[in-house]
């Protein structure tokens, strides 16, 4: 199958944008900006987008994760919560958010992203406000399960937004720079966590429920200014000449293919035939579990070596900071797997508490690394942009059935070591190798056959070329 990033974009149905035609785009006369120009344009390009987007994901991973940092503020006391409670809670975001991953992306196919993604984080800042005036277990649940809900559509749907902008050969870095910033939500959840718990008691309600008010109301100020700082797509974004949008479309083109015949509902559900979505689906997989065990439970386990509950929402400020430099590319995914699982076996030694404390910054380095490169991956893999849509769907909300997994391993009886749960995590880790190493593999065998037919047909290098898989 050829590899490819970006296609048409979505059809004019309602208030989606017109895509330009592929063919005419190709037979055109090419757009030759010159190398400085062209910096300068994805530079342009960068500015308008990555910023706003990425504050948005800020949010997004902040209002999923706070639920750790509230935990030590008196959610469990005051909420009567016993045994595995606090997991179920933690699971059913999971729940909802796996199940309507793949419907968001298809909407997003039929509205305006300035509109789609601004709306459901609206939806969620709602959801997260009214979490905290909860007063029970089931409302909890089900708080989390509407935050699910609101939040399925964001993560996919802005890697389908980004593709529709970016060739593949720049897709994966700008992946990287919007997902590093969940690494600063964890910064920025410890530091907030540690002043709003100075709010307890204030119009009687505990710090947590305060930690989920201001990070709710927060969320919706955020999202009225995505409604005005996001655009679309190249051919309606005002701050582009006709020959920026032109070259633009040409460098998306020039590396793939559309999506050929057949309907928009045989395109996307084919994604669920091809054998790369399942493969790049638990490489995710292998870093999520990991991933959101530290985000949930890492307040946690500073708590359990000694430490008290300020100071063990200040110490998960640092090790988040460390991971925020990271630049990601395919060969950093293995490294990144092997960074994890040194900094999940030290938790499982009788280190000192200041080596294990070290270890916290390996494994956050680890598992978060890996996430943009994987889920970049996939995107520069798939041909066509309906099927790309639902197969990076299809990606993230399996990766993410991992934090169903994460939230139930740490469990009470097994504090404060945890040793079972950091086991599992690094079997999921082991995991992530044996896939990493099995894609390559066939990604590699699929190019061999490929390049092979074309010089058996004549083909030139050029053409067969963008037909290849991105290794």
Known sequence: MPSSLSDAMPD???????PTDVSNVQESSPVNLGPE?????WRKIDFRLVPMISFMYLFSFMDRGNIGNAKLEGLMTQLHLTGSQFNVALSVFFISYGLFEFPANVILQFVRPSRWLPGIMFAWGIAMTFMGLVKSYPQLTAMRFLLGIAEAGFYPGVVFYLSMWYPKYKLIYRVALFTSSAAIAGTF????????GFMNNVGHLEGWSWIFITQGLATIVVCLVGVFGLVDYPDTAKFLSAEEKRFIEQQRTFDMEDDGEGTVAQH???????????SMAFLLMSFDVPLYGVTFFLPTILNNFGYDTAISQLLTVPVYVGTNRMKIRFPFIIVSEFVGLAGYIIQITDASTGVKYFGTFLAVIGTYSGVPCTVGWLANNLRGKYKRAGGMAIQVGMGNLGGIIASNIFQTRDEPRYILAFAIEIGFLCMGLIVTVFSV???HRANTSRIASAKRDGINEAKYAVGLYVI
């Not at 004019?12 to 017109?18: D, E, L």
């Not at 120009?37 to 344009?41: C, V, Y």
């Not at 959840?189 to 709003?196: D, F, P, T």
């Not at 996307?268 to 399942?278: E, K, N, P, R, Y």
Request: aromatic share 18%.
């Open 268 to 278: 996307t559900l084919s994604a669920f035939a091809d054998w790369q979505v399942w």
């Open 441 to 443: 593999y066939a990604y």
């Open 12 to 18: 004019k149905i309602g208030v989606a944008s017109c």
């Open 37 to 41: 120009r062209e910096r300068k344009l």
């Open 189 to 196: 959840s410890g530091l907030l966590a540690y002043a709003i």
